[in-house]
């Protein structure tokens, strides 16, 4: 085995008990089965009915008092145990989660792939049908609750026959068995459905408005929370990248998530609708369409339309988890309609859990531009069944930190929960701690040197994502260019060009719309700029497009090295697997440099101003 499983955050609780009970029934037992690390107190558990996830953890009598809700007794349970464990006082007062839903969303197909996963095959399915080993998904639910996770979606939004019978009386059963061995760690299931199951099950619509589909929808709901009775809700990915929805029969997308959410409202159920549409058939030559703008215009003029258990999931830029977005404008709009905000930690663009890239600087930046937090959270997972969970053994950590950042929101410390990682995960007294959070920290700052500049976005390869191609999607049909020529490159987004500034906030859509107040990290994404532009520290656009490539690869080298340093105090399995994805990735950061210094300098034939070699 190259990487322990259970070497996760969590290595040293005792197994996970088998016969949990309830969330609170479960933290009296993972406290007294632990106690060994409560330096000689003991802890105990109070119920306080009707106060959910808060918690509060006391001192009476010489020993620890965790008191809150349900769940909130479990997340004090473990916050006092790994508090303990790290050597700091566990005492705290009364704490909430800033997001209420706190999601984690696989793409997992049921014959076992995962849709842009990296780290092995489905936690969940093999072959068509539910093929799990229990043990491993109570470590999977106890890694969920020790974080504050309290929802996941363990299907693909892309939903692919057979998953699109979780919810039928076939596979309700086995379905509802695995939301039974998430319930002690509060984790509550959620489906991702196909917005035309009333087709394939017989009807000749699925039309929102048709009382034909009505009604199916509302025994379809009658039949799940009899097998599921704490059942979250549907997650739906509709008229989008194929999937079928109610543009289909010219319903509006409040028409179409109101049908689902009237079906799911007696039983308590929420409808967490993504706002991830867009044309992904436009044609290149096509300039005036711009797909950051689409999400905006399908939902923006929706405001209030929307039932009060949906859910609008959106994504936390506009395109699509590139490594630099601004955040997408509809966290500015729609006040009358709940909202998630939706980040993935599976590294789709970011390096595929080869490169390493620790993810909380892209959302202490969200949250340095988005005044008003919505209401719930969601990530796409980075899970899968390789023995150390992530692929990527540091790929840990971007897990270990959503769950902080879902419980703490505008508290949330990217350095902190890197800091509390890696002393859960290899000791408090691990020697090189300030080595790896350097690493950690500086990492997305590596990637996106090598990688594509100032906010440019889609010079990756189109088909897997991973590597170099600067016109792989130039000519495409998804809306993601970048129009370089011998000039210039990038697209105007301002009001002289697309108009996608005017969908941000009277202040922002000025300080974006102007180069001299755009923040220069966006540059590229909210202009199209001269190669010879000059930037603020007086380097023009193409020296800076250079400089970044030929340093990014440095220091992706700079990377390695740090790790071969830490062989001495590592797990010899951990190190080696990690190893082979440094070197990996020191391979893609050359290829990256060379591919994107050659592209623009074939453009403008003006070579690298320090001498460096540039490959024709
Ligand atoms: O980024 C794109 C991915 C698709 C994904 C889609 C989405 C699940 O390339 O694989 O489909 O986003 O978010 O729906």
Redesign the pocket.
Known sequence: MPCDEKLCWLPFLQDVPGDAGGPAELAQKELAGNAALLGGKSAAVSLLPGAGDGYEILERDGNYLVRGGETGVLYGAYRLLTDCYRGESPLRPWTMPAFSLRMLNH?DNMDGSV??GYAGKSLFFAEDRFAYDPARIRRYGRLLASIGVNAVCIN???VHAPADQLITERLLPKTAALADLLRPFGVRLLLAVDYALPVTQGLPTADPLDEKVQAFWNRQCDLIYQYIPDFLGFLV?AD??FRPGPFLYHRSHAEGANLLARALKPHGGKVIWRC?VYNCRQDWRDHATDRPMAAYRHYAPLDGQFEDNVILQVKNGPY??QVREPASPLFYAMPNTVKALEVQLAQ?YTGQQIDLYYMPPMWEEWLSQVPDLPDHICAVSNLGNDENWTGHFLAQANLYAYGRFAWLGRAFDGKAAAREWIALTLGSDFPETERLLSMLLRSRGVYEKYTSPLGLCWMVNISHHYGPSPEGYEFSLWGTYHRADYLAVGIDRTEKGTGYTRQYPKELAEQYESMDTCPEEMLLFFHRVRYDHMLRDGRTLLQRIYDDHFEGAEEAEGLLKDWVALQPVLPDGIYAHTLDRFRRQVQNAREWRDVINTYFHRFTGTPDAKGRTIYD
């Open positions: 793409w849709e842009r693909n939004v892309n990915k989008s990248e991830f699509d988890f789709e």
